[in-house]
């Protein structure tokens, strides 16, 4: 079996002719952005130039967004979970989210109004500590479940956050399912980065907050003096994340969108096959959904996100684990004169996959079938650091996943 194999996206269609992507216009994205602040945790994160891999891979640029830098967290996800429950404190106060008070509500001044409230996720760990620390900020007890096989540290992490967090013998989607039940029966509020039928207004608030990472990188290109990528490498999981990214993408910048990849591990790769089967309608992956790339280990395709994906994305990837692994090592040990990112295992995906592509045995067919040339500007989206430090020094320093030519 190939190592990746490649989808061009058959469904794909012009901007303004697919999903509405009204959630992600530059007057949406700025009141998130506004939001987030209120906090005095928030800083842009980095936008790193690995301008010395580019021209090794003969590409105009390499831009990689560190998320490993985001509110002390180690990962992009608490931007999604802290808008969305910013959004259900505004409403159960009565008060637009433009106008809501963040350091009154983390200084106490409001528990009387918020006490009694609770909240439930789901999460392969990252999404669940940035809902855990909100919910400590917001003095609110959060409930976090975790799939089997999930990292010790990173239950660890949740659990230092305050919050109260198990690991569960389910798969991923069967955990979401299973905090969906215990939110119901103890009257938590389920606040979950993946949407289904009847549930998809907190979904959409999450997406919304991931608005955030993709205004600061736009900004951050333009003062670079590029107005938009060419290409952006997305890595999915549910999908909330790429549809957001590209969402924004899409419906924000002006002139041509770039060229969207969504990139999967192979035993989780529900939008390619969704993508491949042709009619529009998501399928799901199901059994164990084994992949090291843990924060991607999703079988099924948010609802909300599916659409953009499916209208907007222009192909799709489903690799192997070592392509992931082998980004890590590339970002850890980079070229000469580019800086070093630490990048988890679906943090480092896109980079090991572009490298592969346009270095490997098919690089000239996959190239050109990507639109990927010397005038190409590639943006890649880092969206975690070590968030499992042993798991980064198996890969980073002992060689766990090698590539194909390398195995003993």
């Known amino acids: 079996m190939q190592e990746m194999e490649l989808l061009l996206n058959p469904q794909r269609k012009p901007v303004g002719e697919g999903a509405k992507l009204a959630d992600f216009t530059r007057e949406e994205s700025r009141r998130v952005r506004d939001y987030h602040r209120k906090f005095r945790e928030y800083s842009p994160t980095p936008l790193v130039s690995l301008l010395n891999l580019a021209k090794s891979l003969g590409l105009a640029n390499i831009f990689v967004k560190d998320e490993s830098k985001r509110f002390g967290l180690n990962a992009f996800k608490v931007l999604g979970g802290s808008y969305a429950l910013g959004r259900v404190l505004a409403r159960h106060l009565r008060t637009p989210i433009e106008e809501l008070d963040v350091e009154g509500i983390r200084n106490g001044a409001f528990a009387d109004k918020t006490r009694g409230l609770a ?3 789901a999460t392969d760990g990252n999404h669940g500590r940035g809902v855990a620390w909100t919910a400590r900020q917001f003095h609110c007890p959060a409930h976090v479940f975790m799939p089997r096989g999930s990292a010790a540290v990173r239950a660890d992490n949740i659990r230092a956050c305050g919050a109260d967090c198990r690991i569960t013998d389910l798969n991923y ?4 399912r299973l905090a969906g039940r215990q939110a ?3 009257g938590w509020i389920m606040v979950q980065d993946t949407a289904w039928k009847d549930y998809e207004e907190i979904p959409r608030w999450v997406m919304q907050g991931y608005t955030t990472l993709a205004g600061e990188a736009l900004e951050q290109l333009r003062e670079r003096g590029a107005e938009s990528p060419s290409h952006l490498f ?3 999981g549910v999908g909330s994340f790429a549809g957001a990214a590209l969402g924004f993408f899409a419906a924000v910048p002006a002139g041509k969108p770039p060229a969207a990849v969504i990139v999967e591990p192979r035993n ?3 939008h390619f096959r969704s993508l491949a089967a042709g009619d529009g309608e998501p399928r799901a992956v199901k059994g164990d959904l084994t992949t090291m790339m843990a924060g991607l280990a999703c079988g099924e395709p948010s609802t909300l996100s599916w659409e953009i994906i499916r209208d907007y994305a222009a192909a799709a990837l489903s690799v192997d684990d070592h392509l992931a692994a082998n980004g890590m090592r590339i970002l850890a ?3 000469p004169g ?13 980079c090991g996959v572009l490298e592969r592509i346009c270095s490997g045995p098919e690089a000239g067919t996959l190239r050109k079938k990507l639109g990927l040339d010397s005038g190409s500007t590639v943006l890649l989206i880092s969206t975690e650091g070590d968030t499992s430090p042993e798991i980064y020094r198996d890969v980073v320093w002992r060689g766990r996943f090698p590539a194909p030519e390398t195995r003993a």
């Open 119 to 121: 909240f439930a996720t």
């Open 173 to 176: 989607d069967d955990t979401v």
């Open 184 to 186: 119901g029966e103890n």
């Open 234 to 236: 997305l890595q999915a």
């Open 268 to 270: 989780a790769d529900c």
């Open 333 to 335: 040990a980079p070229l």
């Open 338 to 350: 580019d800086p070093r990112v630490v990048s988890g295992e679906s943090g480092a995906v896109g």
